[in-house]
RNA sequence: GGACGGUUAGCUCAGUUGGUUAGAGCUACUGGUUUACACCCAGUGGGUCGUAGGUUCGAGUCCUACACCGUCUACCA
């Protein structure tokens, strides 16, 4: 048997793992019969790159996945990625950009060749990436939106709600990104608090020359389509000129009336608004209601179009300017005044987005209120559970989907239009028998109008075959969703509606796509700023996992990562990480070098060898019991960063800095103790490290399979380890005590500034009632604390340094020079023993408690009470 | 404007249905290398639980108001 290394190398070790978990199929679904457990993994960008969010999220996943394996269940992970529609066009466009072409240029057939081409060379990508992080997706079941048959869902779901009446064609105001030149939903704007100026200027009256009315706009550019004025009908102030007619400032022959709506708010500005029906979607409903013209000024980049003279031309800031200054001009401006207020911005541009006219399909939403009984019924757990409420809010005020975009790479619309005749209209999956005399629609759809059917499309659910149906049966629903909650509406919301609308021949509690929500939190920087490419301030997690380890980056995000808060990420929590994983290895080493057998050592084999167990070694597993008690509930409910700190500190604390110092100073051993301890804690560990507790399982021959096979049956386990263990409270007590006594003694040492290695004596008072104890564990505590003798005394020498403990009174001997007995530090003592005396003391006397408070509660304060008593009464002694 | 979070040690956070003397990790300070580990061990210091009230025998925990920080959402043109 070769030593382990002194450190861990997670290099070699993960590469290793990834290639012998690849060849044996560990991640693939195996359709055995088994319970299984599904998950879906939300599509990053085809072309995107690894950041700390997928960092976090897919360990996440991995967590899950890999726990629901040990617990014995066929687990499906199934990857993916998303086609990512402007994201991925507008970066080809810039990269042809350089070579002089756009896509214009080259014709739609050979722009989106490039984008193909640019997808397999960058797609994928992040799938290494993430094979480094060590998830355990089932890789060959791995989806791309624009696969054939993928895409087929979600043409289907087009034709479908087409069919049924959901989606429709309409001439509306949209959001409008003048720089990719398509609309987008309102969940792809950004609303953004800028500063800007509120202009005030006049509209004189037609029928009351000399006279005018003051009106206030943000966006003076769009005076040239303004059709109409309009006031609250209650106001007083223009109650009288309703009906009358204004004056448009650059072309003195058009007049638009004055009207009253109530939309107007009379605080604001002047009271009144000016309507420009093309380019505001309040004015928009507006000039529907008085069925006013609508006059669009901006072309599709922004730009002032032949309505806008003697605007034209111009880009719409410069246009601003250019109207205030023709307006000053005129001396029709009354007054200009910074204000701020939010303005949308494309996500993607990142400038202005425009409300513009235009011709986009929609979709009507269908079972929103079967979406909202799901979550109301408890179909559906969100964790945590707070955002059921922003989830129902989203539901009640939806607002049709404008899924059109006008792109290219994407699915494109499957709507065809006849040659000589364009209102007949063909929608069907397969397109017209006939495409000759039929023009397709130019447009495609938006990006989260393909991921909507995810759940669907990944487990081909239109594959009719018998196998294809069992199989979609066995493993729809998934079991989690794991999402950052910034897609709740995007993609977590619809994925419901779409699963619960063409899933209709199922029950309900059958139609939800994933049975549990777990929405993570953001992943900030150490001074609380979003992670972002902007900034710069997100870590590559790659270079991460080359320091410290996908291990260490694994534990040690996750363990600052508490249910769906915010996380502040800082590097140190990743050191902790590896140095938890260093640990853990040292130990593991430190067994190694006590002697493995060669031969594989079942679970079986260690509860044979269970013998003789010392106090300690019960101790010991009573803790381990506990702990497995405790993280199985909090895998439970979703506490990833509860769980792994308490499986760190079982394993540090009591393990490493308590057992294994212990065992030292024992001539007794029994290895079986340390072996069930160690493989119980690596199968814990596993969902949050498995490269090394992977290694280390077999480094320590506890199995010839993967760590994954272990199983994890907790009642029988118990059942077991209750049969060789005596159970004996009072026994688990004493080594409680003795951790507290040592620690208190080895601080007298150091408080009298004694080295902790320097050998020293001490004598002790003891307490009767634990004289025996005392002297059954003399031996140990002597070397613990690192003591030559300790002598029991029935008097203290009187200028000895004391301590007071549970077990006695404990004085130090002391040479000359050294240390000195610190009176003040005892009266300290003494007073906040007093005041805990008092007020438990005052507790019993109130007759209300004793009558209101369970038996336990009174018991405990007794307890402490006389514990405390004792105590005092052994420091007044010192003091005396 | 609305909705939802947060406020506990210098920092990052635990603290389950109210119940015994409020915890952990990091940092700081002190000391140490004994059968693994300095990516280690031992010890010390540090908190009137945001503020003000209330309910209760008992409140970090429940209620009310306020303050501050944050997120989302709608925006009054």
Redesign the pocket.
Known sequence: MVLME???MPEEIEKKWNALWKEAHCFDVKHDGKPTFTVFMPPPNVTGILHMGHTLNNSIQDVLCRWARIQGKDVLWIPGTDHAGIATQSKVEKVIKKEGLSRQKLGRKAFLERVEAWRKEHGNIIFEQLKRLGVSCDWSRATYTLDPDYSKHVLTAFVKLYERGYVYKGKRLVNWCPISQTALS??EV??K?VPAF?YTFRYNIVEKPGQFIAV????PETIMGDVALAVHPQDDRYKDLVGLHVQCPFDQTRTIPIIADE???????T????ITPAH???DFAVGQRHALPFIEVLDERGIVNNQGAPFQGMDRFEARKAVVEALQEKGFIIEIKP?N??VGYSERADVPIEPRLSEQWFVRYPKVEEAKALAEKELVHFWPK?WI??YL?WLS?IQDWCISRQLWWGHRIPVWYRKDDPSVLHVSVEGPADPENWDQDPDVMDTWFSSWVWPLGTLHYLDNTEKAKRFFNDYFPAHTLVSG??IL?FWITRMIIASLEFLEDRPLAQRVPFKNIYLTGIVRDAI?R?MSKSLGNSPDPLVLIQQFGADGVRIGLLS?A??G????F?E?FL??G??????LW??C??RQ??GVEAAYTSLDDIFEKLENLSVYDEHLLLSLQKTMLEYDNLLHAY?F??AI?LLQ?CF??VF???Y??V????SRHCHAVQDLFLRQMLIMLNPYAPYITEELWHQLHLSESFIQSAGWDLDAFNQRLSKVLSQNQEDIDTVEQLRTL??EL??LK??N?L???KQTTMCVNLEPAYSALFKKHKDLILKMV?VQAIDEVSEMPEDMPKIVTLWGTFGIVLMKEEGSNDMANIQKEID?LTQ?IL??EQ?LA?P??VE???Q??K???K??LK??IQKREALKKLLA
């Open positions: 002194k450190t861990y309102d969940e950004i609303m608090q509120l206030a706009t943000t966006r939309v107007v708010e009379r605080e604001f500005g009271g009144a608004l000016k505001d979607p309040i204000y207020h939010a707070r409420k922003t809010h005020n909650p910034d509406f609380g979003k600052i508490p249910q808060q915010d996380i502040r800082d140190r050191v902790q590896r140095n938890f994983c260093t640990k040292n130990a080493r430190f070098m006590q506490s960063s509860t700190k500190q540090k604390n490493c800095d308590w294994l110092e065992q030292k100073n024992e040592v620690s080895r601080s150091a408080a500034n080295a902790s290695n690192g906040t805990h007020a438990a507790k109130n209300r408690f209101c408070a369970p336990g509660v018991d405990g304060v307890k402490l514990e405390n």
